[in-house]
């Protein structure tokens, strides 16, 4: 697919594209001063991830309550914010004991594009709309599409046919008024400016992506009873480091020893939450399975309600 006049023109005048004079001579500068010009110039991207809060906040809310209906949240991306979503998605089932489809990402290219820059797919609009036809996008899901430049066709064509499909969609950018927000129902824009390294999106405008992301996966989880205060109980422990976390957990919440916490946790298959329930409130693990059930897998309210 190749630019028009006007759509390069319109490139050049994104600010994630401009080349910023304060940072014209960074290759003559020594590495203490261009590492703290690199901090200084990081630390403004917090700030401009807060201007857009309201909107990160009604977009979350709006992807909680279809997610405890059963809906999954799905990344799109190519490049940079296709490999942030990844990364972001595959974060989730080790710390929440999230089944794979429930939070996954698409990437331009595949998953081969991970690891081996196939920086052309992202021009392929068909592919971007295909994508989310393959991964059958309903009206219980979200679809958070991301690019920095909020033009990127592969990702803005994946957000109107999730869009088209039902799906609850959010356009993730860091530019003002973009393809992106108009194509979404939410449209946040975290507006980093000019990157140390014209044109190096992988910069500010990475770091807001990656920030925004956090909240998505890690605030739903928490609304989805995934943590009890802010501990981990849905932890799946499948290591050592992650074993004792577990155990730790345990032993924080049920005020019990090492060896009474390790005993409970075997008998539960080293779950978390029917360890404390066993601990706290007596319960097999069998009932410690049901009251789970039937407190949506919440360790509080299954805790409230057995009392």
């Not at 809060?53 to 279809?66: C, D, V, W």
């Not at 036809?133 to 219980?140: K, R, V, Y």
């Not at 990702?155 to 008024?177: I, K, Q, Y």
Request: hydrophobic share 45%; net charge negative; proline share 5%.
């Amino acid at each position: 697919m190749s630019l028009t006049d006007n759509d390069a023109e319109r490139l050049t005048e994104l600010s994630t594209e401009a080349a910023d004079p304060r940072f014209a001579e960074i290759d003559r500068m020594p590495v203490a001063d261009l590492a703290a010009m690199m901090n200084e110039v990081d630390a403004s991207v917090p700030a401009a991830v807060a201007r857009e809060l309201p909107r990160i906040t009604a977009a979350i809310e709006a992807a909680t309550a279809r997610m405890k209906s059963g809906g999954r949240l799905v990344y799109v991306g190519a490049g940079t914010p296709g490999r942030i979503g990844v990364l972001d998605a595959s974060e989730c089932p080790p710390t929440f004991s999230t089944p794979p489809e429930q939070v996954f990402a698409i990437i331009a290219g595949g998953p081969g594009a991970v690891v081996s820059p196939i920086e052309g797919a992202e021009d392929d609009p068909q592919a971007g709309a295909s994508a989310i036809d393959d991964a059958a996008i309903g009206p219980l899901d979200t679809v958070i599409g991301i690019a920095s430049s909020g033009r990127t066709p592969y990702v803005v064509a994946a957000v109107r046919r999730a869009r088209e499909r039902g799906a609850l969609t959010v356009g993730l950018s860091c530019n003002p008024d973009t393809l992106l927000s108009a194509a979404a129902e939410y449209g946040i824009e975290v507006l980093v400016g000019p990157e140390l390294i014209s044109g190096s999106t992988r910069l500010k405008a990475g770091t807001a992506q990656k920030l925004v992301l956090n909240m998505f996966s890690t605030i739903i989880m928490v609304q989805l009873g995934k943590t009890y205060g802010n501990l981990m109980v849905d932890v799946k422990a499948t290591n050592v480091k992650l074993r004792e976390r577990a155990i730790r957990i345990v032993r924080s919440i049920t005020n019990t020893d090492r060896e009474g916490a390790l005993t409970a946790l075997r008998s539960a298959g080293f779950n978390v939450k029917r360890a404390v329930l066993a601990l706290r409130l007596g319960l097999s693990d069998a009932d410690a399975r049901a009251a789970l059930d039937e407190a949506d897998g919440s360790l509080r309210a299954a805790l409230e309600e057995q009392r």
